[in-house]
């Protein structure tokens, strides 16, 4: 009896050691004589194991086909009926009813990715969940740090129920400018931009998230700045830049120039780079394979739409456009012109339809490699 209770009494111990992290000490088991284990025979527990799944090997730079969501704001606003003050879906965080809104949200790619055998970039609804912008819907540091954790916790959650060998997840953390996002209305210096960002990019770090992405970015000092914060926190980091219908930046500054900066000042420290929010007719004659930066650009999230930032802001309904002619003008892109491309999904307007089509088309590219 006393055998047993001391057995039961060591698996016990045992069970907390893992809990707490700690490694069994060989001399509790075997006696002193024994070899002691050390901290490289330590058994990672569930959730150290997923804290770093992806982060040091990104799947999606292998250069098989991914997918991502595509426009989450609009989906949830004129899909879903969602009101979301100043676009900030991670608002709906704050209530059960609206994490499960988000929930059913993502878990439509998930099943997407499932249903083409891909693999699957989940980007957080946490755009918007910024400093600036959190104060402005009353969110304090403490209360925004949490929301960006919960927004991670929620992508994990579906990591989990749909990743297979064929579909990698790859967790992104979303970090949105601090301005408006079609205007380049608020300009920072690298320094300045590092100093704003941080705090979300230090929160990213202490989750599950496997890379932090910043999307329409509408100048390079502020994709700078917000580099430096990624390598100061040691995460990688996607510069995704959005464009007017001439192909540049809202400041004027070329797409490739812009590249070229933030490169040259961070020493190529970015995974790679993407556009985002503008329509393929927008840029499609200003990137070309002659200009080595655009090797850069693996990532594409466009909009349903051919218009104008400023013309979508008078829009009073939303213009999906043509889901089927854009998923033809995704594959055009990846064949003719940035034949690096193979993250591919959706922004303003283009919902699971449109990312179905891009699949659709472009998927074939991919497979005849093989």
């Known amino acids: 009896m006393l055998r047993e209770a001391g057995t039961a009494l060591a698996d016990s111990f045992r069970r907390l050691l893992k809990k707490l992290n700690r490694s069994w000490p060989a001399e509790f088991i075997n006696g002193p004589s024994e070899l002691t284990i050390d901290e490289s025979q330590r058994i990672p527990d569930e959730n150290e194991i997923d804290m770093t799944k992806y982060r040091t090997s990104l799947p999606q730079l292998g250069g098989d086909f991914f997918m991502t969501d595509g426009g989450i704001e609009t989906t949830l606003i004129f899909h879903e009926a969602q009101d979301l003050p100043y676009f900030a879906a991670f608002h709906l965080l704050r209530t059960p009813e609206g994490e499960e809104v988000l929930r059913t949200y993502?878990?439509?790619?998930?099943?997407?990715?499932r249903t083409f055998n891909t693999g699957l970039i989940l980007e957080s609804a946490t755009w918007r969940a910024s400093p600036d912008w959190g104060e402005k819907l009353g969110y304090g540091n403490d209360d925004l740090a949490e929301a960006n954790r919960q927004a991670i916790r929620l992508l994990a959650e579906i990591r989990r129920d749909y990743e297979s060998p064929g579909s990698p997840i790859v967790i992104s953390g979303c970090i949105g400018p601090r301005g408006d996002g079609y205007v380049a209305d608020t300009s920072m210096s690298p320094k300045e931009a590092t100093d704003y960002h941080h705090m979300q990019i230090e929160t990213f770090a202490g989750t599950e998230a496997d890379l932090v992405t910043a999307i329409t970015m509408t100048y390079a000092e502020e994709a700078i700045g917000l580099t430096f914060g990624a390598r100061q926190a040691d995460m990688p980091v996607v510069i995704s830049f959005t464009v007017e219908t001439d192909g540049k930046l809202p400041t004027g500054q070329t797409l490739n120039d812009a590249i070229k900066q933030v490169d040259g000042a961070t020493a190529g420290y970015p995974a790679y780079y993407m556009i985002n929010c503008a329509h393929p007719t927008h840029f499609e004659g200003a990137v070309s394979e002659d200009e080595p930066q655009f090797e850069r650009i693996?990532?594409?999230?466009?909009?349903?739409?051919?218009?104008?930032?400023?013309?979508?802001?008078?829009?009073?309904?939303?213009?999906?456009?043509?889901?089927?002619?854009?998923?033809?003008?995704?594959?055009?892109?990846r064949t003719n012109q940035l034949k690096h491309l193979n993250?591919?999904?959706?922004?303003?307007?283009?919902?699971?339809?449109?990312?179905?089509?891009?699949?659709?088309?472009?998927?074939?590219?991919?497979r005849e490699m093989v």
């Open 106 to 113: 993502f878990r439509t790619y998930a099943e997407l990715a």
């Open 298 to 333: 693996r990532g594409l999230r466009a909009n349903a739409s051919c218009m104008s930032h400023a013309e979508l802001d008078e829009a009073p309904e939303l213009d999906a456009g043509d889901p089927a002619e854009l998923g033809r003008q995704y594959a055009a892109l």
């Open 343 to 366: 993250i591919m999904g959706g922004c303003c307007g283009t919902d699971h339809r449109h990312i179905e089509h891009i699949a659709s088309a472009s998927l074939p590219l991919f």
